[in-house]
T-cell receptor, first 115, second 115 residues
Framework: AQKVTQAQTEISVVEKEDVTLDCVYE???????LFWYKQPPSGELVFLIR??????QNEISGRYSWNFQKSTSSFNFTITASQVVDSAVYFC????????????FGKGTRLSVIA | GAGVSQSPSNKVTEKGKDVELRCDPI?????LYWYRQSLGQGLEFLIY????????KSGLPSDRFSAERTGGSVSTLTIQRTQQEDSAVYLC?????????????FGSGTRLTVV
């Protein structure tokens, strides 16, 4: 069975600090996708990134970066120089490549960035 | 439409009443998913549709829950004889196809409160 664990329930940081959100996953599949979504106070989940299991290159997009380590089954998300607008709930999710099963989500990490 | 539309955005109902939640996916998206988000919990999968068929109903929590999709478009999630534990945000998502490489686009959800 697939499982996603986000051990950090809530994190508070001061603006301009860097913050890392942890994600650990379990799957028996050899190929799979990993995702991060952002849920701002408006409630709508916003897609941030999708990563294929066979591509372990880290990715950077502006202030966001993702560290995928297959050896530790982790897909951590770092926000550099955090801003108040980054305050949201962040979800990590996993799916098999075939798509026959829906995305499995972690319980989310609520990030509060204080000015 | 441009995005996934859900209605109503908020619903307060009395225990024991039936409710219908509606999801209007992005035009051309063949896959449609329903998730439930309870306070402090992650996203719990309920059911998904490929076209008008529901290959996976495993997430429906009880026989009080049912869903249908007509014309490969609009979907309705019905909860009969609502209970207080049904209070949650019900999220709908749509995707170009079952293959999760396409990613999901989520609506803003329906917040259901059972009193």
């Amino acid at each position: 069975a697939q499982k996603v664990t986000q051990a950090q329930t809530e994190i508070s940081v001061v603006e301009k600090e860097d913050v890392t959100l942890d994600c650990v996953y379990e799957t028996r599949d050899t190929t799979y996708y990993l995702f991060w979504y952002k849920q701002p106070p408006s409630g709508e989940l916003v897609f941030l990134i999708r990563r294929n299991s066979f591509d372990e290159q880290n990715e950077i997009s502006g202030r966001y970066s993702w560290n995928f380590q297959k050896s530790t089954s982790s897909f951590n998300f770092t926000i550099t120089a955090s801003q108040v607008v980054d305050s949201a709930v962040y979800f990590c999710a996993l799916s098999e490549v075939s798509g026959n099963t829906p995305l499995v989500f972690g319980k989310g990490t609520r990030l509060s960035v204080i000015a | 439409g441009a995005g996934v539309s859900q209605s109503p955005s908020n619903k307060v109902t009395e225990k024991g009443k039936d409710v219908e939640l509606r999801c209007d996916p992005i035009s051309g998206h063949t896959a449609l998913y329903w998730y439930r988000q309870s306070l402090g919990q992650g996203l719990e999968f309920l059911i998904y549709f490929q076209g008008n068929s529901a290959p996976d109903k495993s997430g429906l929590p009880s026989d009080r829950f049912s869903a249908e999709r007509t014309g490969g478009s609009v979907s309705t999630l019905t909860i009969q004889r609502t209970q207080q534990e049904d209070s949650a945000v019900y999220l709908c998502a749509s995707s170009l196809g079952q293959d999760t490489r396409y990613g999901y686009t989520f609506g803003s959800g329906t917040r259901l409160t059972v009193v």
